[in-house]
C-alpha cells in the first residue's frame, strides 16, 4: 500500500511534470518504472512490448497527462491505468479482442457453479508447502490467463484494493473478485499438483 | 454435489491479506478465522502464495536504458516541433513582406482600365488559388514566383500553412495561367483552386 506521504511527494511530482521539470520526470519514472513494466508484462508477456508500455506511458505523462492528473486517484493507480490502456491497445493491434480472455470466459461458468451450490474445497496442506517454492509458483503463475496473471500481479505483488484495481483493469468490482477467484482456484489445483508430484 | 456454505468469507480472505479491507470487515473476519480451520488454511496458502509472488515475481524493469530512450524520444519531438514552427514563421514572414511592400493590407481589384476597387482580406468573392508554399522558401524566391504568375497574396496563412492568391489581372484564362506557373514550381506544395 502507497505511504499517504509519499503520494503527497509524488504529486508534486506530477505537477512538476505538468510545469515541464524533466528531473521530475526522472523521479517519477525511477519511482515507478518497474511496477509499469511488470503491470504490462503480465498481461503481455513480451519484455520488449512491456519496454514500450512504459516508454509510452511516461512519454504520454510528459506530453499531457501531468496537466490532466485530477488528484482523484493515487499516482500509482492513476499510472497503472495509463498503462493499461496502452497494454489494450497493443492487444487489439496484435488481432486479439481484450475481452475474450479465459478471465471472461470462466466469469460464465462461475456463475454456473454458484447457481449450483458448488463449493470451493480448501487447499491441501501440499499446496500451502508448494506456494512457497519458487519454481513451482512461477510454473503456475505462467498457467494462468494473462488477465488472471494480471490481477494475480496487482492484488498480491502490489497490493491493491479490488476498488483500485477495478479503476486501474477499467472493469466492475465483481469482475476483479471473480479473477482472483479464479486464479487462487487454479493456483491453488497447480501447487496441488505439484505438490503430490503430479506437474 | 457440496452444498455450498454461505458463512466462510473467502473471497474476503485474499483482500485480508493484502491488507485492503477496511477495519470493520477485517474483525468480522478476522473472528471468523479464530472458529474456522477450513478459511485458516485458506487464509494460511494465500498468505504463502502473497509472499512467494512478492519475493520471487521475475522483474526486469528498462531502467537507464528505458529512461536513454524516452529522453531521445522527447528531445526529437521537440527538435521536430521547434523546427517546424521557426520554418512555418520564415514562409509567413517572407509572405508578409511581399504584400505589404505591394502597399495592400486589403486587394487590388481592376474591373477595368483606370478602375480600381478595395476589399478587405476575407470578404473576397472573385475566384482565388489555395496555395501551400514550401516551408523553405524564401522571401526572394516567392516574391519572383508571385511576379511570374502575375498574382497576389489575398489571404492566410492558415491553421495548415495554406495562402490564398488571385490573378493580378482579370484577363481570360489568367487564373488557370497563374494555376499552371504554381503547380510546376518546385515551391509549391500544393495548389488547389478552379
Not at chain 1, 157 to 175: H, K, M, N, V, W
Not at chain 2, 12 to 18: E, I, S
Request: charged share 30%; proline share 4%; glycine share 6%.
Amino acid at each position: 500500500m502507497v505511504n499517504p506521504m509519499e503520494d503527497l511527494e509524488t504529486r508534486r511530482l506530477v505537477i512538476d511534470i505538468g510545469q515541464g521539470s524533466e528531473s521530475a520526470l526522472r523521479a517519477l519514472y525511477d519511482s515507478h518504472s518497474s511496477s509499469i513494466y511488470r503491470f504490462a508484462l503480465s498481461r503481455l508477456s513480451d519484455s520488449a512490448e512491456a519496454a514500450d508500455v512504459v516508454n509510452d506511458v511516461f512519454y504520454e505523462v510528459w506530453r499531457s497527462a501531468a496537466k490532466r492528473f485530477r488528484g482523484d486517484s493515487k499516482v500509482s493507480t492513476w499510472l497503472l491505468s495509463i498503462a493499461n490502456h496502452k497494454v489494450m491497445d497493443r492487444l487489439r493491434r496484435r488481432g486479439r479482442e481484450p475481452a475474450r480472455v479465459d478471465g471472461e470466459a470462466v466469469d460464465t461458468a462461475l456463475d454456473r457453479m454458484v447457481a449450483e451450490n458448488i463449493s470451493d474445497e480448501p487447499p491441501g496442506e501440499s499446496a500451502v508447502a508448494a506456494a512457497q517454492d519458487a519454481d513451482r509458483i512461477r510454473h503456475c503463475l505462467k498457467m494462468l490467463s494473462p488477465a488472471l496473471r494480471q490481477a494475480v500481479y496487482l492484488a498480491f505483488f502490489e497490493d491493491r484494493s479490488y476498488g483500485e484495481i477495478a479503476i486501474i483493469l477499467e472493469c466492475p468490482e465483481g469482475t476483479v473478485k471473480t479473477r482472483i477467484f479464479h486464479a487462487r482456484r487454479r493456483l491453488r489445483e497447480c501447487l496441488d499438483a505439484m505438490g503430490q508430484g503430479q506437474e | 454435489m457440496t452444498r455450498k456454505n454461505d458463512s466462510h468469507p473467502l473471497e474476503a480472505l485474499t483482500w485480508l491479506v493484502n491488507g485492503t479491507l477496511d477495519e470493520e470487515e477485517r474483525r468480522r473476519v478476522e473472528a471468523h478465522l479464530a472458529e474456522c480451520e477450513r478459511c485458516r488454511r485458506e487464509y494460511r496458502f494465500l498468505k504463502a502464495l502473497r509472499q512467494s509472488v512478492k519475493t520471487h515475481w521475475e522483474e526486469d524493469s528498462p531502467g537507464e536504458l528505458g529512461w536513454a530512450r524516452l529522453q531521445r524520444r522527447i528531445q526529437d519531438e521537440e527538435s521536430s516541433l521547434s523546427e517546424h514552427r521557426w520554418r512555418r514563421v520564415g514562409v509567413a514572414a517572407a509572405v508578409m513582406v511581399i504584400v505589404l511592400q505591394a502597399g495592400v493590407i486589403g486587394y487590388l481589384v481592376q474591373r477595368a482600365p483606370g478602375e480600381t476597387a478595395y476589399q478587405p482580406l476575407g470578404s473576397i468573392e472573385e475566384p482565388v488559388l489555395q496555395v501551400r508554399f514550401r516551408e523553405d522558401a524564401t522571401e526572394g524566391q516567392l516574391r519572383r514566383l508571385l511576379l511570374e504568375a502575375e498574382v497576389e497574396v489575398v489571404g492566410g496563412p492558415g491553421g495548415l500553412g495554406i495562402y490564398r492568391v488571385r490573378p493580378l489581372h482579370s484577363r481570360p484564362g489568367a487564373l488557370a495561367r497563374a494555376r499552371g506557373v504554381l503547380a510546376n514550381s518546385p515551391l509549391v506544395e500544393e495548389v488547389q483552386g478552379p
